[in-house]
């Protein structure tokens, strides 16, 4: 009895409670201005290896407001949204040859410069405030991973542990973090390098894991949250333009995957960094409202 009452209730409320909002649609586009807040990893003299610099992408899709008053109300939106890094890793490093019976370590230094593109579906909930023209907003956002895929080079040089130098070389990046194996590559052209009665190769074309970690595991995780802040200003009744900051709150990478460049442990394996790696990205759109 008490649950039939509880929702004749809840019934007779939203009967006279929302006529008195208004909810509209609408849509917006604009750009992104994306990369990662996180520690960069440190050689032995405390020096930083690793930048994370912006990125540019594009965001597009819908926004739906519910308007409580002429002044405040909640706006949700539906976007497709390119979030990522231009990342680039310079100074000591290591290289492993896997193409042998036995794999070739050495030492030496390497240049990474990759741009990575993560896409997002994005949905934002935000309260807004509208004075005059401006209106301000804050809220939460939740992003779903669709895709994730980066392009770039890769220059080494090192020596054995033979003590043969090695002349350097540079391989093309090809990333495809969702779909790329272990110890995938894009080529069948190779670098070759003879060391005595040996050849070490490398292919010139490489995947995401050519260098990584052989558990089935991808390096960005599927689910992202974070906090957006903006504002934006009406040009008239419908049409606007707007900027705002999202802030992710959670580490976009998987531990199992984030893999150190500067050394290998004691046992020439892999260390994991078990480090935060943060979106964070701003946009600015123009939109309209119906």
């Known amino acids: 009895m008490m649950t039939r009452l509880t929702c004749l209730v809840i019934l007779l409320f939203c009967a006279t409670w929302l006529p008195a909002q208004k909810l509209s649609g609408g849509f917006k586009s604009g750009l992104n201005f994306s990369t990662f807040r996180g520690p960069s990893e440190m050689n032995a003299e405390g020096e930083a290896l690793e930048q994370f610099k912006t990125n540019t992408g594009f ?4 926004a739906f407001r519910l308007s409580f008053s002429d002044y405040f109300g909640l706006r949700a939106e539906l976007l497709y949204s390119q979030k990522g890094v231009d990342y680039t890793y310079e100074g000591q490093s290591y290289w492993t040859f896997v193409n042998t019976s036995t794999p070739q370590y ?51 040089s090192g020596t054995t542990q033979g003590g043969v130098s ?16 272990y110890q995938g590559y894009n080529t069948y052209e190779n670098h070759v390098f003879p060391v005595g ?27 992202d949250f974070g906090l957006n802040a903006g504002i934006s200003f009406y040009l008239n009744k419908g049409l606007y333009l707007g900027f705002r900051a999202n802030f992710g709150l959670t580490d976009v990478t998987n531990t199992q995957q984030d893999i150190s460049r500067f050394r290998l442990d004691a046992n020439n394996g892999y260390i994991f960094r078990d480090d935060v790696d943060k979106n964070l990205s701003f946009q600015t759109s123009i939109g309209f409202s119906l």
């Open 59 to 62: 965001h597009i899709g819908a």
């Open 166 to 181: 090695l002349d350097p070389f540079t391989l093309a990046l090809d990333f495809n973090y969702f779909r790329d194996r």
């Open 197 to 223: 009665n040996s050849q070490l190769e490398v292919p010139k074309n490489i995947g995401a894991y050519y260098e990584g970690a052989d558990n089935g595991e991808d390096l960005f995780k599927r689910t």
């Open 106 to 156: 050495t030492v030496g230094n390497r240049v990474t410069i990759i741009s990575i593109n993560n896409s997002y579906i994005d949905l934002p909930l935000m309260a807004y405030v509208r004075l005059g023209r401006l209106e301000l907003s804050g809220g939460i956002n939740a992003s779903v991973l669709l895709g994730s895929i980066g392009t770039g080079d890769l220059t080494y």
